[in-house]
T-cell receptor, first 118, second 112 residues
Framework: GAVVSQHPSWVICKSGTSVKIECRSLDFQATTMFWYRQFPKQSLMLMATSNEGSKATYEQGVEKDKFLINHASLTLSTLTVTSAHPEDSSFYICSARESSGRAPDTQYFGPGTRLTVL | GENVEQHPSTLSVQEGDSAVIKCTYSDSASNYFPWYKQELGKGPQLIID?????GEKKDQRIAVTLNKTAKHFSLHITETQPEDSAVYFC???????????FGKGTSLLVTP
């Protein structure tokens, strides 16, 4: 149980294009999903918190117009990197928090998406 | 905001030995402390967690201890195996939003 998937697992795009990454909770409902970014040999940095049916909350320094987040259902959140540039190349990871009352603080992570912008 | 510090950054042990990774946190409101294992190119995998109403938790070869007064928690892995080699992250969160604050990670290498 508690499986989170991400699609695609890797993507290569040209500078200036937009890329959409999907995060799905497969066997539970997730009121909240989180998006992280991880550079090589570094820790995970929280980009934004996504709540189903409402606007995402972005961390300081994260451009909301560049990283568009949509959480349209209790099992799906999407991150769109708009007008991607080489400096956006990174490992993007989502996590989901189960909305049932048993363990509301537990987060389950997806396998990550490797984005390379040429 | 919350600041989580993790030590050591790298740890090398021989197979069969124990490994200990320590973390400290700054926000006294933090009440949830998970540990994640991340293998190269993969997402973090939850291996054990502890909440502030418990001092110790064990799951087979893995244990976590929590000292709320000192604001530190530790991961203990006994009888290490080469497949334990990975990067381990500690994290802390509060009931407000549940966002995780991660330590910088410990690269564990278990040599046969």
């Amino acid at each position: 149980g508690a499986v989170v998937s991400q699609h695609p697992s890797w993507v290569i795009c040209k500078s200036g294009t937009s890329v959409k990454i999907e995060c799905r909770s497969l066997d539970f409902q997730a009121t909240t999903m989180f998006w992280y970014r991880q550079f090589p040999k570094q820790s995970l940095m929280l980009m934004a918190t996504s709540n189903e049916g409402s606007k995402a909350t972005y961390e300081q320094g994260v451009e909301k117009d560049k990283f568009l987040i949509n959480h349209a259902s209790l099992t799906l959140s999407t991150l769109t990197v708009t007008s991607a540039h080489p400096e956006d190349s990174s490992f993007y990871i989502c996590s989901a928090r189960e909305s049932s009352g048993r363990a509301p603080d537990t987060q389950y992570f997806g396998p990550g998406t490797r984005l390379t912008v040429l | 905001g919350e600041n989580v510090e993790q030590h050591p950054s790298t740890l090398s042990v021989q197979e069969g030995d124990s490994a200990v990774i320590k973390c400290t946190y700054s926000d006294s409101a933090s009440n949830y402390f998970p540990w994640y294992k991340q293998e190269l190119g993969k997402g973090p995998q939850l291996i054990i967690d502890i909440r502030s109403n418990v001092g110790e938790k064990k799951d087979q070869r893995i244990a976590v201890t929590l000292n709320k007064t000192a604001k530190h928690f530790s991961l203990h892995i006994t009888e290490t195996q080469p497949e334990d080699s990975a990067v381990y992250f500690c994290a802390a969160s509060t009931n407000s939003g549940y966002a995780l604050n991660f330590g910088k990670g410990t690269s564990l290498l278990v040599t046969p």
